[in-house]
């Protein structure tokens, strides 16, 4: 589990630390940002990948070929030595855009940057998040589990039991990983701000045309329309499945099926299929128990984004 700890923010509040087997949020101390810096946060396996690939298409114009994973870094990935992901960004000419998978409350929020939170109901986190984590090659787990600086116990490998393992996700809030519902109410919280943006998953499977338009107005990007029908097949599923190796190759080795297993099947709703009504009336029960309404609703439907 992460252990917090009180650190003093470069731009004035009381911010915590949080460190486990994958990230150390003390790397974000040695990053600097610039003026229209880009971040995609999310808690994880909400479309992470999908939004990175969308502001590579922006950034760059409907490019081909481009290696999202390694242009857009995970800055507080912990198996990545900080040195090395400060020296790509600094290197960077273009303008930057990075992930995080931390809550708002410990992520550095510059009035440089802009940022984008990206949700989905927790039970399509969940499903993905397993199957992402069940595929994991014993070399991955070991980068993730090795070096110096990591606190708590390891990453084991995935309880494969589908259902059993959403209980163990949703007795021990977001196990193993970090918790769910504060993270996703961190960032509720700041929907009103001008430099945050949230976005759900429901809205980019709708109209993923309009969802570039809006994030491509939050970022003043002006979108070429003679450009928009190659943005948007590069950024399909299909399209971005085709060309997983590209954009994710570190994915390769990293998971039992390689980059392609890594961008699963992009579709909702697959817990149906597994858990009891009793089991969805507990998560349901806990959605309401840690969020305010009006955050519960957003993440289950979407409903309720500004900008």
């Not at 252990?3 to 923010?9: F, N, T």
């Not at 409907?62 to 995970?74: D, H, K, N, R, T």
């Not at 393992?165 to 509720?188: A, C, K, R, T």
């Not at 109209?207 to 029908?229: C, K, S, T």
Request: glycine letters at 6%; charged letters at 20%.
């Amino acid at each position: 589990m992460l252990q917090p700890q009180p650190a003093p923010d470069r731009w004035g509040a009381n911010r915590r630390e949080v460190r486990n087997h994958t990230i150390d949020s003390t790397y974000w101390n040695h990053f600097r940002f610039r003026p229209g810096d880009i971040v995609t946060v999310t808690w994880a396996k909400t479309g992470t990948t999908w939004l990175q690939q969308i502001l590579s298409q922006l950034i760059f114009e409907g490019a081909e070929g481009l290696p999202v994973q390694m242009m857009s870094p995970w800055v507080e990935l912990r198996a990545v030595p900080i040195h090395f992901t400060v020296a790509t960004l600094e290197a960077q000419t273009h303008r930057r855009f990075m992930k995080s998978h931390l809550p708002a409350d410990v992520l550095p929020i510059s009035p440089m940057a802009k940022y984008l939170y990206v949700a989905r109901d927790g039970r399509d986190v969940l499903w993905s998040w397993h199957n992402h984590h069940r595929r994991m090659s014993p070399m991955a787990l070991a980068a993730l589990n090795g070096g110096p600086g990591r606190v708590g116990p390891p990453l084991h490998p995935a309880n494969e039991n589908q259902r059993e393992y959403f209980h163990e996700w949703l007795d021990h809030d977001g196990y193993p990983l970090w918790p769910f519902w504060s993270h996703v109410q961190s960032w509720w919280e700041l929907r009103h701000h001008p430099d945050v943006l949230l976005v759900h998953f429901n809205h980019l499977k709708a109209d993923l045309a309009g969802q570039i338009r809006r994030i491509a107005r939050f970022l003043n990007i002006d979108v070429n329309p003679d450009l928009l029908p190659t943005i948007l097949e590069h950024c399909s599923f299909e399209y971005m499945k085709a060309h997983a190796k590209t954009l994710l190759p570190v994915f390769e080795g990293g998971l039992n099926g390689g980059s392609q297993a890594f961008i699963h099947k992009g579709t909702n709703g697959q817990w149906r299929e597994v858990l009891t009504p009793d089991d969805i009336a507990k998560y349901e029960k806990f959605a309401n128990r840690n969020l305010s309404p009006d955050c519960a609703r957003w993440l289950a439907t979407g409903e309720g984004d500004i900008g």
